[in-house]
């Protein structure tokens, strides 16, 4: 069983809908967690990121964090054709360099 | 404003054969990290130096070797190619150990005949 579990897709959806991204793990010291967001033979950028449990939000993005189920989520509201990317969770232990990637989902919206 | 810029970006190799990727960062931070891309493996860390003068084994480090050669270059050396190491490489820095915040360069996509 993989560290991090990550749907890897494909997932299309039209313009202007929710999309709901979802990761869960195994490893209940996980501290930080992360989304990055990857473009078609880019470098991953960071997203979201959250330290524990709870939500955070950043414009149409939200980022949830359910420690109790291991489980993450990523909510893109009003989702954009400039949305379409492969989306990572990643998360990482305090003070450790060794951050675990889910494998990542790609994303398209269509408009 | 460079951020993470790594060489080269395209390299054809034969099995057996040696190559280093470079790496710089312009942005002062501490720690540098490589990892592999691969269809359905999601990210994987190779090596990393939390600092100028220190690295430490990721999750795959066989077949690798890195060298920090500064606080802005990490290199990452294959000694003997092998096909099992065709991968998109990328290298990331951040600044300060543990708090999840990478910046990633736009990666090396290497394949190993």
């Known amino acids: 069983q993989k560290e991090v579990e990550q749907d890897p897709g494909p997932l299309s959806v039209p313009e202007g809908a929710i999309v709901s991204l979802n990761c869960t793990y195994s490893n209940s010291a996980f501290q930080y967690f992360m989304w990055y967001r990857q473009y078609s033979r880019k470098g991953p950028e960071l997203l979201m990121y959250t330290y524990s449990s709870g939500n955070k939000e950043d414009g149409r993005f939200t980022a949830q964090v359910d420690k109790s189920s291991k489980y993450i989520s990523l909510f893109i509201r009003d989702s954009q054709p400039s949305d379409s990317a492969t989306y990572l969770c990643a998360m990482t232990f305090e003070n450790n360099n060794d951050m675990r990637f889910g494998a990542g989902t790609r994303l398209t919206v269509k408009p | 404003n460079a951020g993470v810029t790594q060489t080269p970006k395209f390299q054809v190799l034969k099995t057996g054969q040696s190559m280093t990727l470079q790496c710089a960062q312009d942005?002062?931070?501490?720690?540098m990290y490589w990892y592999r891309q691969d269809p359905g493996m999601g990210l994987r860390l190779i090596y990393y130096s939390a600092s100028e003068g220190t690295t430490d084994k990721g999750e795959v480090p066989n077949g690798y070797n890195v060298s920090r050669l500064n606080k802005r270059e990490f290199s990452l050396r294959l000694e003997s190619a092998a096909p099992s190491q065709t991968s998109v490489y990328f290298c990331?820095?951040?600044?300060?150990?543990?708090?999840?915040?990478?910046?990633f360069g736009e990666g090396s996509r290497l394949t190993v005949l």
């Open positions: 942005m002062n931070h501490n720690s």
């Open positions: 990331a820095s951040s600044a300060h150990r543990g708090t999840g915040e990478l910046f």
